[in-house]
């Protein structure tokens, strides 16, 4: 059984991340959805949050799970028993930083290849935090985040704009 690890921080998921996930599906055995629960970056949702949105998405793929994880990634995916930690790439802007991880994970797990999957063409320019700005500026994300995300980052950004205001 052939077991990917698709870890991320997905603040939130988008169109692009599911559909790596549902293609990744058609490949693998099991495929497991990690998110990162201490990103270096700022967040807006919380993990669970995060968590449930992506599983919101993925209710019927059966060998696809959404679980949450803390430290290296190369240690959960050992937990999980993957054999392949799995990323996404678009047009060039992601290769540098993803070469540099895949560099030193190697060095930590040999055992575990990185495998790349190209994101489809009419996600290359999409990323969480491009959506994100968006919102807050007043846009419109449909068709790039599922209803109920764009709906909880309506909320989110709300609520933070009304704490800020305090």
């Known amino acids: 059984m052939i077991v990917a690890l698709y870890p991320g921080t997905f603040d939130p998921v988008t169109n692009g991340h599911l559909d790596l996930v549902h293609r990744a599906a058609k490949v693998f055995d099991r495929v497991v959805v990690a998110v990162y629960d201490r990103p270096a970056k700022p967040v ?19 060998n696809v799970s959404v679980e949450t994880f803390k430290g290296l990634v190369i240690t959960y995916a050992r937990k999980v028993g993957a054999q392949v930690m799995l990323r996404g790439l678009r047009a060039g802007q992601d290769f540098e930083y993803e070469w540099d991880m895949a560099l030193m994970n190697k060095h930590m797990a040999p055992e575990i290849e ?18 994100k700005e968006v919102i807050k500026l007043g846009g419109a994300t449909l068709g790039l985040v599922p209803a109920h995300v764009e709906r909880a980052l309506r909320a989110k950004l709300r609520q933070t704009t009304r704490v800020g205001k305090g």
């Open 44 to 62: 807006l949702f919380t993990t669970q949050e995060r968590a449930e949105m992506f599983r919101r998405c993925v209710p019927e793929l059966s």
């Open 114 to 131: 990185s495998l790349y999957m190209m994101s489809s063409v009419e996600w290359q320019f999409l990323s969480a935090s491009r959506v």
